[in-house]
């Protein structure tokens, strides 16, 4: 069993993200109270049940009271009030960090609301989830063997860091450390961009006339492209605004590709459609190879 590392971990937004966080601590052994805090009180009862969470915090102020650490799990759009309603309340020795998928604007955040705690700020996003949300969506596994990124501070002290890094290893994470500008603009690639296309295509199918027929007749193809458009509208909304200007970099050279594509077709140009195929074949199975 490992030794208690954080003797009270206070968790804003206990869904699939915050839940299997806390639930990997307590399997290990490295947390003694876990306090909930969210906006719905029938999720927490659930968490409370399940057993991820010890305690549902009153409010901001009782949760991160004596907080060892405290994990902000919600929509980027949510964290600006979290941080400023916790802001006064947070002790000299309590990290912050979060779980979201854009770093550039939890880095601003941070700086705005708490400019007293930037030695103990840890940004981290961990590489890993599910279409699925809510306290029944936990896992204790989520994270085992899934990348975890770190996009600490210049002001943020190695201590702090170590701290949040020992905790995501104990959950079985890949921890990893880059610069939030760099973060960014690498999953408005392989992230964020993916899940426009997957929201777009299913949207634009559903407007249609015949929406009902085209789903009857979508199979497994349709089902991979799309699964995650099964994901929050909410968060991905805040992470699409956060990340706007490499996000609409990643649409001008998709479109580009698209228009590509369209010439190619238009032009009955088979050598060049193949080509494209070819090479996005490859790229794909040595991407598969890497993962076995």
């Known amino acids: ?25 307590k399997q290990a052994g490295a947390v003694g109270e876990v306090v909930g805090v969210g906006r719905s009180h029938a999720n927490l009862e659930q968490a409370l049940g399940l057993g991820i969470i010890d305690r549902i915090a009153i409010d901001a102020v009782d949760a991160v009271q004596g907080a060892d ?37 939890v880095v601003a955040l941070m ?53 949040v890094r020992q905790l995501w290893q104990l959950c079985g994470a890949k921890v990893s450390a880059m610069q ?13 961009l993916p899940h426009l296309l997957a929201y777009a295509l299913v ?22 492209f799309t699964r995650i458009a099964a994901s929050s509208p909410e968060m991905w909304r805040d992470i699409a ?14 479109q580009a590709k698209l228009n590509q594509l369209r010439d190619a077709l238009a032009t009955n140009n088979g050598d060049a459609l193949a080509d494209i195929f070819s090479r996005a074949q490859a790229a794909r199975q040595a991407w598969q190879a890497r993962l076995v």
Request: proline residues 4%.
């Open 241 to 254: 605004l956060a990340n706007q200007v490499a996000l609409l970099a990643e649409l001008d050279a998709y």
């Open 69 to 105: 650490i405290v994990v902000l799990a919600v929509p980027v759009g949510q964290m600006a009030a979290i941080m400023q309603s916790i802001a006064p309340h947070l002790s000299s020795n309590t990290v912050v960090t979060d779980a979201g998928s854009t770093k550039q604007d």
């Open 180 to 192: 939030a500008a760099e973060h960014d603009a690498i999953f408005a690639t392989v992230s964020h």
């Open 203 to 224: 949207d634009m199918i559903v407007q249609r006339e015949n929406a009902d027929v085209l789903f009857n007749f979508a199979a497994s193809g349709f089902r991979d």
């Open 111 to 163: 700086r705005q609301y708490l400019p007293a705690q930037l030695e103990l700020c840890v940004p981290a996003h961990p590489i890993a989830g599910a279409e699925l949300s809510g306290a029944t969506a936990a896992r204790v596994n989520l994270y085992q063997d899934k990348n975890l990124i770190l996009t600490a501070l210049p002001e943020t002290t190695m201590e702090s860091v170590q701290r």
């Open 1 to 25: 069993m490992t030794q208690i590392l954080c003797n009270k971990l206070a968790v804003f937004g206990v869904g699939l993200i915050g839940g299997s966080f806390a639930l990997a601590l």
